[in-house]
C-alpha cells in the first residue's frame, strides 16, 4: 500500500523498489497464477505505464516479471 501511495504522489523512484519486492513475495508465496498476485502485477503495469517505463510494464505484462 506504501508503494501504491508513493506512486500516486509522483515519488516513482521510492515506490518502486516496494512494489516489486511486495509482488515477488505474494508470487512465491501465493504463486503468480494467485488473484491477489495477478492484480498486484496490473498494479505494477499501470506504475511503470505512468512512470513512462513502457519496456517494464511489458515485462510484467507479458511475463509476470523481468527476466
Request: proline residues 4%; charged residues 25%.
Amino acid at each position: 500500500m506504501l508503494g501504491e501511495c508513493l506512486s500516486l504522489r509522483g515519488l516513482y523512484e521510492e515506490a518502486e523498489p516496494l512494489l516489486v519486492e511486495g509482488h515477488d513475495a505474494l508470487s512465491r508465496k501465493l504463486g503468480a497464477g494467485s488473484g491477489v498476485t495477478r492484480r498486484t502485477r496490473a498494479q505494477i503495469v499501470r506504475f511503470y505505464t505512468a512512470w513512462g517505463k513502457p519496456d517494464r510494464a511489458a515485462a510484467y505484462r507479458e511475463n509476470g516479471g523481468p527476466g
